[in-house]
């Protein structure tokens, strides 16, 4: 039977498709007139996403590609970094900073909750990190830290912050200056609506000026060049041209909501969803308070991975597992970007049938019936 | 906040991205050899979707350009035509049979219900008809009307049958040969899954002969030209190529479904949508046992209207209102062509919210859970 192909894992996402027309657009040369002025108007609509006077550098790549491109351009070998790790995407932090030779101290949370801001207020207060990393949003959980706590220390202790906000920029109230943070990462394929390709990273005056002076092992990945190039409107290596012209259209369509709007459709879906699970008897992987709102990840008494399937299958919708440890335990819902209440309804309607199909008791429409009611009443509180 | 455009009316209908991605292939000589070994291998299909050996004619132009052309390529001024009128559709056969100079019967049904057969067996037994007109699936009201048992009056009395298929090929077994239809109409915009534009007309032999020795009034709507072309694969005036590779593509992905399980999938949309509105306390218009598979027109003790307004604006649904005597009493939504299980809880569920919003009694989630009911039980009975 046919069914669409409905793409809620935690990105890529869905893609709008006043933005794949976009990416029709012919290709003019990236060393143009043309483009520079584009790139100019790209790049301020880009900074009042990321709520930021600091300039953001746009590289053709994935969302790891940037946060490569952040620690190999402020890590030299022997330096200190402290990175939190509260997921697979802290993690990444981690492995990055050790590849580039950095004397790494690892915080973890268990997956599913945030880090402890005391533990994390000592090692700074006892050691000099020149670097400290952290995730935003944690994909792998669904799990949102707290970023603006993290900048209070880094400005206190004099440490440059870097934040993962892959998986959140765009569909989350981010405010990158008023919370310190020296290099915030994110990427075209999560809330910004995008196909995968592009990444994007905002650079203080202080993470430019560590930047400028390091003795970086990166060429491709260098933020020094970025930063160089774009005070020209160029890049330094040929940018992805058609995804450029996505981004503007996202940017626009994003923009022209309204970012207030925007943030709430994302808090009302995220909320919708949460108790969706709720009502059905399942269980959230993370407290309502650390809670994402462009994901949600839940388990039960239920063969996760079965009932994963059976959406793909009956209903066209894909959604994700769980990641290392969590990997067969528990399902996410991306509900990010290019998404709205309809979609919400469909998937836990979808959900609702494959839980009972596979023999778990269900009401049919009180998963539904409980994601509506948050949507009459505007919201959880 | 962002809401998605849902086009759920009677048609047009929803467009599969693979059906938009046709429509962008390059324009070709429409008199080239390649446009008409093209042609061919196209009709091969959409006679497998009209269940019929006769040839299917391809027009540019919307379902009535198709209507018109039936008629007028078969009706001479003082021809006896019977148009059997249960709704908009069919009293626009008879509008064309009168523009066309016929001496027209009508036999006319309340809308929302079908015709009475007894009253036809009696007119055709009394008058000899050359031309009998009905509509299979009358969009303006949800009605499916039964042409088999006219199928086999028109044979048993020799008049020639015409039927409006319009909004239901594609989507509900049709069996055109088997049911003694002269000539099936059919357009692109509503179960063909295509933006509007074609139109389709089967022609039997016996409808040929009439069509081959009438005196018609017509030129760019001329059957008998459209035939004679058709017997070279070619047109008599420029097509729509860019709907002709539209049309290629929905016909792969309706024959790949298996037509079995595209009408079963239409059938199990109706049975869930007719369910959800009776779950609300609704009234469907017409009784289940003549109510379409692809069209559910409702009311109920509300004002419809503002119903339909905040459908669109809150969840993007775009769904019909009622037309001419119906005007502002009913809804109607569609769930033809590229339509899913998904699309259907989302719009049910969206429908309770609006409904309550509006002071309708609404316990959220008791549509959506019915329709829901209909999908896990495989169907009504």
Known sequence: M????RLLIPGPSQVPPEVNAAMARPIIGHRSGDFAKFHEELAKKLKQIFQTENEVVILTGSGTAAMEASVSSVVNPGDEVLCIVTG?????????AKVYGANVTVVEAKWGETYDLDTVTKLIQEKKFKLVCATHNETSTGVTNNIPALGDLC????????VDAVSSMGGMDIKTDEWNVDLMVSGSQKAFMLPPGLSFVSISPKALEVINNNDSTNYYLSLKKAKKSQDKWSTPYTPNVSLF???????NMILKEGLDTVFMRHKLLAEACQEAVKALGLNLLAKEEISSYTVTAFTGNVDTEAVRSLLKKKFGFA????QDSLKGKIIRIGHMGYMDFA???GVIAALELCLKEVGYPVELGKGVGAAMDVFYRGGRD
């Open 88 to 96: 697979k995407f802290g993690e990444r932090f981690a492995e990055l």
């Open 245 to 251: 012209y996505a981004l503007d259209e996202a940017c």
């Open 2 to 5: 046919l069914v669409k192909n």
């Open 155 to 162: 400005r206190k202790y004099d440490a440059l912050l870097l």
């Open 343 to 345: 979609d919400l309804f």
């Open 319 to 322: 959604v994700a597992g769980g």
